[in-house]
């Protein structure tokens, strides 16, 4: 597969998440609790993704902080907005996506926005890259890191996802 920002439809796909108001409206039609919760896309370019979830009403728990489910979803969001990316640049080849396991770690209390950023774009990209050449399924664990607005990290995640090659 050829460098994945030189891939018209990554190219595309940057496009599309990068509007407003489309991928507001993928969110609400394809992942509503995560868009009720605040979770939006903040940065999302090759090799590596950043979301943000607020601290507000409807993502918050009975302590005062972002509920726990909030922050596995921008995280998550993270890794899988990747994850999307490069699938695209294998067509013809399809590849399906699953999360198979996710492991977290809570540093501090989550009291305003929290940004979450993963780097491992380019293992994302690989593995997409050999399930496609194979269609034997990769498995494959990325992390995600949250971070308050000062640096502080609040949370991190490891998200283990299962990619396999369609029919």
């Given at each position: 597969?050829?460098?994945?920002?030189?891939?018209?439809?990554?190219?595309?796909?940057?496009?599309?998440?990068?509007?407003?108001?489309?991928?507001?409206?993928?969110?609400?039609?394809?992942?509503?609790?995560?868009?009720?919760?605040?979770?939006?896309?903040?940065?999302?370019?090759?090799?590596?993704?950043?979301?943000?979830?607020?601290?507000?009403?409807?993502?918050?728990?009975?302590?005062?902080?972002?509920?726990?489910?909030?922050?596995?979803?921008?995280?998550?969001?993270?890794?899988?907005?990747?994850?999307?990316?490069?699938?695209?640049?294998?067509?013809?080849?399809?590849?399906?996506?699953?999360?198979?396991g996710m492991e977290a770690s809570f540093?501090?209390?989550?009291?305003?926005?929290?940004?979450?950023?993963?780097?491992?774009?380019?293992?994302?990209?690989?593995?997409?890259?050999?399930?496609?050449?194979?269609?034997?399924?990769?498995?494959?664990?990325?992390?995600?890191?949250?971070?308050?607005?000062?640096?502080?990290?609040?949370?991190?995640?490891a998200i283990t996802w299962s990619f396999?090659?369609?029919?």
């Amino acid at each position: 597969m050829e460098h994945a920002t030189f891939h018209p439809a990554v190219r595309s796909f940057l496009r599309f998440a990068g509007h407003p108001l489309k991928f507001s409206l993928f969110l609400l039609w394809k992942l509503p609790s995560a868009w009720l919760a605040g979770v939006r896309l903040k940065q999302l370019e090759d090799g590596q993704c950043t979301t943000v979830v607020p601290f507000r009403w409807l993502s918050q728990n009975p302590f005062r902080s972002t509920y726990f489910a909030c922050l596995a979803m921008a995280a998550e969001m993270s890794t899988g907005l990747l994850s999307m990316m490069y699938i695209r640049a294998a067509a013809p080849k399809r590849v399906s996506m699953l999360v198979t396991g996710m492991e977290a770690s809570f540093v501090k209390k989550a009291t305003g926005k929290t940004w979450f950023t993963c780097h491992d774009g380019a293992a994302i990209q690989a593995a997409i890259a050999r399930t496609a050449a194979t269609g034997e399924p990769e498995v494959l664990t990325v992390h995600s890191i949250g971070k308050s607005g000062d640096g502080t990290v609040i949370a991190s995640f490891a998200i283990t996802w299962s990619f396999k090659g369609k029919l």
